[in-house]
């Protein structure tokens, strides 16, 4: 078992930045993958960005290329997801979430973000 908590969501005008941070514990980090994903209001809950267990690997969907970083570090248990150049359609509940082989199995319980025009 493996509990994420998020923080770091907040409200920010356009063009901002926040840093969002989850923390890990019960068993080994560096045994999971980890992402971020996140649900609009009266949509379905997408992933935003991954990371491999060691992070030398990262993917990011392609609304956030170039703007958003996933990065972890397996010494603090801690994934991070730093967001720049933030749009208002960036508004969403952010989540963390661990993966093992192609499963997502443990989840956060979600940070908001709230990206003014």
């Known amino acids: 078992q493996v509990q994420l908590v998020e923080s770091g969501g907040g409200l920010v005008q356009a063009g901002g930045s926040l840093r969002l941070s989850c923390a890990a514990s019960?068993?080994?980090?560096?045994?999971?993958?980890m992402g971020w994903f996140r649900q609009a209001p009266g949509k379905e809950r997408v992933i935003v960005a991954a990371?491999?267990?060691?992070?030398?690997?990262?993917s990011y969907t392609d609304s956030v290329k170039g703007r958003f970083t996933i990065s972890r570090d397996n010494a603090k248990s801690t994934v991070y997801l730093q967001m720049n150049s933030l749009k208002p359609e960036d508004t969403a509940v952010y989540y963390c979430?661990?993966?093992?082989?192609?499963?997502?199995?443990?989840w956060g319980q979600g940070t908001q973000v709230t990206v003014s025009s």
């Open positions: 990371i491999s267990r060691n992070g030398g690997s990262t």
């Open positions: 019960g068993r080994t980090f560096s045994n999971y993958g």
């Open positions: 979430a661990a993966r093992i082989a192609a499963d997502y199995r443990y």
